[in-house]
């Protein structure tokens, strides 16, 4: 018995030892007398590193201050001191940390914890002195390969090479070319005619030959400059932009529909143009990368700065039925960061996607670091102007704020009635309760509707011309007096919604609600509406030709009554015109009578939306369904964007607020009709604009992980945004937030010089 139990207990103090937990260690010293086999550092520690840590404490993640994969950084340690003490793990941050003893938080970060005996293997070795040999490379640091290959260093003029025949350079490079030409025995080839000369130089600026008229010009210009003339004017022309922008568009996938199978057309010109006007402008290379990875952050982005992020949106969109978004969301994602890599950096960065590079010094790590400052960025859709429309939207706001002024000069007292229609309309409202309905799936037409934080519904994926989504819900509350609908904008949607048709629009043919008891769910009765409101009424107006379903009907869109009036020709529309229509909008649909079942009721709600045709849909974009039992509930008629101002105390708010409420407050101003009728014509002069794909920052970035073979539903380790560690850090500048680099930081490592 007592042999049996001590080699138990033996046993036990193995296994306790295996998981590096020295519970025994009298024990284990007087009976294991096998000698431990030395641990090398490269080939078992710095494996396990590089899996696990290297994503946040290498030179290319700023993270913490703590390196770990360089040999004298690694033994120096942070911030926090030594996290090494060779000889005494039990003493050694590092293995505290991995092992999650002594009280502290067990790392990684965000990861799987290491195994039992990758933990072991790191006890041995600090214990045996943790050696880390002079000649380890670590996988991380640049490698002595990367330091020497051509491609990794910043190039140098070389010196100008001395030639025999110096009569015949023109300018530097002919003395390379010549050089060569005298080691090789060869001479230069006889000087083109004129005629050739300029049609060889016509084609290489400008892609076109050149005219009769512009040959005899060159013919008869006998100056010594006639040439360098010749070359000023092509670079002149406006269709040097057109020759030399084609190369570029081709390296960021340019093109003017969708993709896959349904391949949609996209209005995406606007970045075509700011590719050759940038060409045609000689914009600096730094300033050519910057905006089109990060313009939308610059100080006081401009149109154009915001356009030309469009770069990184020129990947191929699936709108297919039954497709899941995040799937081809993270597809188009993988393309940009080709296009980063091919069109940039001049590397085949793709590889990485999948696992470490098998030839260049790019760690999958460092691949989903870099992928980490576009994951912070949201798919935008805006609207965007010609010069000439521009000017048309500029001269509608100059009039416009001249009138609004007028108005407030020649009321002085302004502010202060202001101030009490405010306190008017802050009371009263009903209290709604937000459903959070399930999806009939088999109703959506292959559409997607994903819940969003708010209780809300994004619709991506394929979008059916037609369709009546059913979305179910149950409740206790009783004597339900009425629904509300919101329509909510989203940057995600065409020209921010919240409709998806091309406009940003959505039109409602029907909306219907049944309910049935909880405890008798095939009981279901149709509820009756006794009226509709809504905070914008809009005219009665014909559908344009893009939405013909082939029917002959003459279908229209209208009030908000449209949508309760059982007629499928019928639907609520939403459209203010150019300038006004792509804000959030509400209705009301008020019951007949209260609905309420003794035990909880099942509601489902219908919203018919058959007011697409073709291929083009009218569908709603983002919208959140509500209920109240409030009697004489009605449609809140303040916009959305005024509603939330006025939730901001008066003192907070900053002026171009405070102006924002009053231009809606002027419109309530019975005694005001003139001025507000004289805006509205204004407002019939806004040019319609045109769209534009880019990118804009989400207010909560995405988490980022490296995935297994690439593969979005296998997410592993958390990294931060970051950079390769062969090539130059990060720069330290203004444009890091919250203490973390930013895509503007990364658009600026990738078009600086040391990069």
Known sequence: ????????????????????????????????????????????IQPILEKNCYSCHSSGQQMSGLRLDDRAAFLAGGANGKIVVPGKSA???????????????????????????????????????????????????????????????APVLPPIPAVAHKTWVRNPIDS????????????????????????RLSLDLIGLPPTPAEVDAFLADRSPNAYEKQVDRLLNSPHYGERWGRIWLDAARYADSNGYEKDQPRSVWFYRDWVI???????PYNEFIIEQIAGDLLPHATQDQIVATGFLRNSMINEEGGIDPEQFRMEAMFDRMDAIGKGILGLTIQCAQCHNHKFDPLKQAEYYSMFAFINAANDANIPVYTPQEETRREEVFRKTRQIEALLQ????????????????????????TVMHPAIDDLST???????????????????PPKSSVKLTVKTDV????????????????????????????????????????????????????????????????????????KSGRERVTGPVEFAIDDKDETAWGIDAGPGLRNQSRKAVFTLAEPVSFPHGTILTVSLVQNHGGGEESNNLGRFRLSFTNTLGATADPLPKEVRDILAIPAAQRIPVQVQRVFSYWRTTVPDW????????????????GASQLVLSTRDTPRETHILTRGDFLHPTTLVQPGVPAFLYPLPQDDSWKDGQPTRLTFGRWLASRKS
């Open 1 to 44: 018995m007592v042999g049996k139990t001590r080699l138990k207990y033996l046993a036990c103090t193995v296994v306790l030892c295996a998981l590096g937990l020295q519970t025994f260690p009298r024990l284990a010293r007087t009976q294991n007398t096998t000698p431990v086999p030395k641990v090398d550092y490269q080939k078992d």
């Open 478 to 549: 009783q004597n339900i007096t009425a629904f509300r609908l919101e329509l909510l904008t989203d940057q995600r949607l065409p020209l921010s919604g919240p409709g998806r048709s091309f406009q940003g629009m959505t039109a409602l043919t029907e909306f219907k609600v049944q309910a049935a008891p909880a405890d008798a769910p095939t009981k279901v009765v149709n509820l009756k509406f006794a009226k509709a409101t809504t905070d914008f009424e809009q005219p009665v107006m014909p559908l344009t030709p893009v939405f013909d379903d």
């Open 277 to 283: 006007n940038s060409l045609n402008h000689d914009m």
């Open 673 to 688: 009709k003139a001025a507000n009728d004289q805006i509205a014509e204004l407002w019939r002069d806004y040019p319609e």
């Open 409 to 432: 000069q020649q009321h002085p007292a302004w502010k202060e009635d202001m101030a009490r229609w405010e306190e008017q309309v802050t009371t009263g409202q009903p209290d709604w």
């Open 176 to 199: 390379f070319v010549l050089a060569r030409l005298e080691k090789e025995g060869l001479t230069p080839s006889p000087r083109a005619d004129r005629v050739t000369l300029l049609r």
């Open 91 to 153: 003493d050694s941050t590092l293995y505290k940390r991995v092992a999650g003893v002594g009280g502290l938080t067990r790392m990684p970060f965000g990861g799987q914890p290491l195994a039992p005996a990758e933990i072991e293997l790191i006890r041995v070795w600090i214990d045996q002195g943790a050696e880390i040999p002079e000649s380890a490379a670590a996988s991380y640091a640049p490698s002595m390969a990367a330091k020497k290959h051509w491609g990794f260093i």
């Open 445 to 463: 037409g292959g559409q997607k509707y994903i819940e969003q934080p708010d209780g809300s519904f994004i619709c991506q994926g394929y979008a």
